[in-house]
């Protein structure tokens, strides 16, 4: 976490561990990010900054994150919960429902076409594109 914390700060971003959020948008009580948090949060920066994290240690590795990272790849790449609970030996589905939140770009994606379906149907979008004419004297 140093390291990268470093390597981002070289990179002239401000970047601090842990931070103090709300914990959800109503709540006005805060809440201290975990070390994995912060630890994915800068993975997350160092990623986006394109910084080589060569070299990094990983002294803070343990089995089940390898497992959770499984689980999350199993999301992200489109396996059912039903297959990632039996993957991971979950014997409850409420266990395996955090992964069904990772990947969300299907859904938006799914919600902006049924959404402009709907408005095309009310006659609030163009069905084509419409290309305006220039009037001719």
């Known amino acids: 976490m140093n390291q990268l914390t470093?390597?981002?700060?070289?990179?002239?971003?401000?970047?601090?561990?842990?931070?103090?959020?709300?914990?959800?948008?109503k709540d006005k009580s805060r809440k201290i990010e975990t070390l994995t948090e912060s630890l994915a949060r800068s993975r997350a920066?160092?990623?986006?900054?394109?910084?080589?994290?060569?070299?990094?240690?990983?002294?803070?590795?343990?089995?089940?994150?390898?497992?959770?990272?499984?689980?999350?790849?199993?999301?992200?790449t489109g396996a059912s919960l039903v297959v990632i609970g039996k993957s991971l030996g979950h014997k409850?589905?409420?266990?395996?429902q955090i992964y069904s939140r990772l990947d969300i770009?299907?859904?938006?994606?799914?919600?902006?076409?049924?959404?402009?379906?709907?408005?095309?149907?009310?006659?609030?979008l163009p069905t084509a594109e419409v290309i305006a004419l220039r009037k001719t004297s």
């Open 105 to 124: 770009d299907p859904v938006r994606d799914a919600m902006k076409t049924a959404a402009s379906a709907m408005f095309a149907a009310g006659g609030q």
């Open 45 to 76: 920066v160092a990623a986006e900054l394109d910084i080589d994290t060569t070299g990094a240690r990983l002294s803070d590795l343990r089995r089940h994150d390898l497992r959770r990272t499984l689980g999350s790849w199993q999301a992200a």
């Open 92 to 96: 409850n589905m409420a266990s395996t």
């Open 6 to 25: 470093l390597r981002i700060q070289a990179a002239g971003i401000a970047f601090e561990w842990p931070i103090i959020k709300a914990r959800g948008p």
